[in-house]
């Protein structure tokens, strides 16, 4: 194709021959990927598996048949041959093949959800199945992008929920990132609204003329620490230091989280914590909870609106 190019135009096409190389490659390599991930008979643990129920009565799950599964990974879609066993005392079967490979309910590579994921996160999922197809070649809709994105912001967000329960009843235990002490650490919260679909803000009170909310608040927050000052005097965030909290929830439930948040970050080592926000009464009772005793400031540009505003 290259040198056909070459013979009609006088050069080499280089965007369609890089494309069409990449694209030759990937079929080379989910070619090689699928015989690597069968080259071990399916997963194959033998006739039976033992087998211990919630009650420890000890079962047997045993061989039934090998199942296919079509998976699309980063290099295209590939066929994995898989091992299937059943209990027919427990009335449950599985594949152990799918746990060692991280691909149990679920039709997509570990690197393929990792990509769709990230696509997710930073644009319209309408949008996102374009991206992936011009910058990886792979093709996945929509509704595949909107579906892996829930569920690994549902991983992630159980995964905090189960540290900031630890950290908030095991304050003695922890090993913050910072294992230096810290000379001043920020807090910093607020709140903006989000437009949601109509289902989320059923009977919910707003702002608008009938008294019904048109959007959500999401809030969130930022940790981060400060130990030099610039030529002038005036405090500069420590490079790579900050990290961010998020979620449309009660402020009761934020507080855990940003309060988790700062102690994960060395908040038991700060000299000095500093808690910024505006004016909201939610973000003043949850430093007052959460932060007692810490330096609270009000944000400059809301002092500025409210002197203008009256």
């Known amino acids: 194709m290259a040198y056909r190019d070459k013979a009609t135009q006088g050069h080499f096409d280089l965007e369609s021959t890089e494309s069409y190389i990449r694209d030759s490659m990937h079929q080379i390599g989910s070619i090689m990927l699928e015989k690597l991930l069968n080259s071990d008979n399916g997963g194959f643990q033998g006739e039976t598996i033992p087998c211990k129920n919630k009650k420890g009565q000890d079962h047997t799950f045993k061989f039934k048949e090998f199942r296919n599964k079509d998976l699309l990974t980063v290099l295209g879609p590939v066929t994995v041959e898989r ?3 059943y209990d027919k005392k427990c009335r449950e079967g599985f594949c152990p093949k799918d746990t060692q490979l991280d691909i149990k309910g679920t039709s997509f590579s570990p690197g393929m959800r990792r990509i769709m994921g990230r696509v997710g996160a930073y644009r319209p999922f309408g949008l996102g199945h374009e991206d992936i197809k011009e910058m990886a070649g792979i093709e996945a809709s929509d509704k595949e992008i909107e579906r892996v994105s ?22 003695n235990n922890i090993i913050p990132l910072e294992n230096m002490d810290i000379e001043k650490m920020y807090v910093l919260m607020d709140g ?14 707003g702002k608008g003329e ?13 940790v981060f620490t400060q130990t030099t000052l610039d030529e002038k005097g005036f405090p500069i965030r420590d490079e790579g230091s900050t990290s961010y ?3 449309i929830e009660t402020a009761e439930d934020f507080g855990d989280r940003i309060y988790a948040e700062a102690l994960s970050r060395g908040l038991e080592k700060a000299k000095k914590v500093c808690v910024i926000g505006d004016g909201a009464q939610w973000i003043w009772n949850i430093a007052d909870f959460h932060f007692p005793g810490k330096l609270f400031t009000w944000h400059f540009i809301h002092q500025r609106m409210m002197k203008f505003t009256g």
């Open 192 to 205: 903006t609204g989000v437009p949601v679909v109509k289902k989320e803000i059923k009977n919910r009170k």
């Open 210 to 222: 009938n008294g019904q909310a048109k959007t959500r608040e999401a809030k969130l927050g930022c």
């Open 83 to 85: 091992a299937y066993y």
């Open 150 to 171: 829930y569920q690994i912001g549902s991983d992630v967000e159980e995964y905090f929920k189960d540290e900031s329960e630890q950290l908030s009843t095991k304050t």
């Open 245 to 247: 909290v998020g979620f």
